[in-house]
């Protein structure tokens, strides 16, 4: 029964993946190293620019390196070397030049790094043996005995043996597959806004932090060689 669910295993070599950003590009490596056929179809006309800083700790590190990218992770990195605390006027309060809320300790072997430049190497890493469907997306999803049967917004339709949702929040292949959104996503009262803007905090590579009753902010960091950065 093993040996017939492996063979099985081993012949579903197509998989559809929803969403080309951290998880789904990760994912479109591991598969076609392993010997599948992934595709990766994505709303955007291309990678998506901007997003937070993400950090890659742990484990995570095993991984990188053994996909070959930790040296041009850690070239890539925030660099972040301290943080502040200020008041509605922007006075500070508080400094710290030994961690960052958002990447812990300064002097360990973690990395932070902007989610857009970690996109770009997945991408690079991956793109060789990874069919990308760029400007489209999935309009429909139908189970078929032997395999999933997909359509799309502007692609002829398409039969894989595999269809992974990694389309984040909103996801359109979680609501085609099991029904609306409404019936999984419960609003938690609170909003987060992630944006670019010009650099003009200067060569600080500090992060600052503004609270205030009803509301937590981080204006934006001078991170990516002082050339600016992004902050809730």
Not at 4 to 31: C, D, F, K, M, P
Not at 42 to 64: N, S, Y
Not at 67 to 95: I, P, Y
Not at 113 to 137: K, Q
């Amino acid at each position: 029964m093993r040996r017939q669910h492996w063979e099985s295993v081993v012949r579903n070599r197509s998989v559809l993946i929803s969403g080309a950003s951290v998880t789904g590009l990760a994912l479109a490596y591991w598969l076609q190293r392993a010997g599948f056929r992934p595709t990766v179809v994505e709303r955007a006309p291309g990678l998506r620019e901007g997003g937070q800083a993400i950090d890659i700790r742990g484990v995570a590190l095993q991984v990188v390196e053994r996909m070959g990218l930790l040296k041009e992770v850690r070239a890539a990195t925030t660099d972040m070397r301290g943080m502040s605390f200020v008041d509605s006027r922007g006075e500070e309060l508080s400094r710290s030049t030994e961690a960052t809320l958002t990447g812990g300790l300064i002097d360990n072997d973690d990395v932070e790094i902007m989610r857009d430049d970690l996109t770009a190497l997945l991408f690079d890493a991956s793109h060789s043996r990874t069919e990308y469907l760029f400007g489209d997306v999935i309009t429909s999803i139908t189970q078929e005995d032997d395999a999933v049967a997909v359509g799309f917004r502007s692609s002829r339709p398409r039969r894989f043996d595999l269809v992974i949702g990694a389309d984040g929040l909103h996801s359109g292949v979680r609501q085609l597959a099991f029904g609306p959104e409404s019936e999984f996503v419960h609003f938690l009262g609170s909003y987060l806004a992630v944006f670019s803007v010009e650099n003009f905090l200067g060569p600080e590579r500090r992060t600052r932090h503004a609270t205030r009753p009803g509301m937590d902010g981080e204006p934006p960091r001078s991170a990516r060689g002082d050339r600016g950065g992004a902050g809730p």
